[in-house]
């Protein structure tokens, strides 16, 4: 299974960006796929996740500025990040709980994408 993010990028303060993660791989179902994000020194956080039933939560800090969807086929999620603010900067990460052909393993991570915003 692999979760393959896009979408990073250098933006100025008040800008937007739209992340994307695609799954692929030997995957039977997927469950909920949410976006985390890590400044440096900091613990990660969840920004955004979204269920298989398109039931979404935020993080506190999103302020209503980020908006999470998914594909129809529930392989791809996306996060739009509008009003981007440089305390924003951080790499972000998608995370997708889902059942694969992997024994015991439900949790995956795609490798970061890193945003930055200017002020």
């Known amino acids: 299974v692999h979760l393959v993010e896009s979408g990073g990028g250098l933006v100025q303060s008040g800008g937007s960006l739209r992340l994307s993660c695609a799954a692929s791989g030997s995957i039977f179902s997927i469950n909920t796929m949410a976006w985390y994000s890590q400044a440096p020194g900091k613990q990660r956080e969840l920004v955004a996740g979204i269920t298989s039933d398109d039931i979404t939560k935020y993080g506190d800090f999103v302020k209503g500025r980020f908006t999470i969807s998914r594909d129809n086929a529930k392989t791809t999620v996306y996060l739009q990040m509008n009003s981007l603010e440089p305390e924003d900067t951080a790499v972000y990460y998608c995370?997708?709980?889902?059942?694969?052909?992997?024994?015991?393993?439900?949790?995956?991570w795609g490798q970061g994408t890193q945003v930055t915003v200017s002020s």
């Open positions: 995370n997708a709980e889902l059942i694969g052909t992997e024994p015991g393993r439900f949790n995956y």
